[in-house]
C-alpha cells in the first residue's frame, strides 16, 4: 500500500494529509494535479482547505516525534517545526475544583482534629478511671 503524506499550510496551522494511493478498491492520482484535485475535494467539507497557502508532500521522518504541540507545527518549506510562538500554554485549573479539594483538605483535617480529641477524651476517662 503506497502512502502519500503531505504538510498542507492553512491560515489557522499545518494539518498533515495522508493519501492512499491505492488501496486495493480503488486507485488515487498522486500526481500534483491529482493531489490538487483531492485537496480541492476537501474544501468541499471542510471550508478551512478553501485557503491553501501550500502543500508539499514529507516523509514519516520530516514530521516531529513529539506530537504534543503538533497544534503549533509549521511547514517553512524545508522542515516541519513547532513554532513555539503558537504553543498554547496549559489551561488553567478550574476555581472550582481548586475550592473542592481545599475544602477536601479541611474536612479531612477536622476528621483528624476529631480523632485526637476523641482520644484525648478517653484518655481522660480512664485517668479519671484510675484516680477512683
Known sequence: MDIVTLAVSLPDGLDIV????????????????????????IANSDPRYRSISGWRRVSEGDLPQDRTD???WRDDG?????DI???????????????????????????????LTDAMIDAEREVSIKAR
Open 18 to 41: 495522508r493519501m492512499v494511493a491505492d488501496d486495493g478498491h480503488r486507485v488515487i492520482d498522486t500526481t500534483d494535479a491529482g493531489i490538487e484535485a483531492h485537496l480541492a475535494r
Open 70 to 72: 503538533r497544534n503549533a
Open 78 to 82: 524545508r522542515e516541519v517545526a513547532v
Open 85 to 115: 510562538a503558537r504553543i498554547k500554554p496549559p489551561p488553567k485549573p478550574d476555581p472550582r475544583d481548586v475550592k473542592i479539594e481545599a475544602l477536601e483538605a479541611a474536612v479531612a483535617a477536622l476528621k483528624t482534629a476529631d480523632v
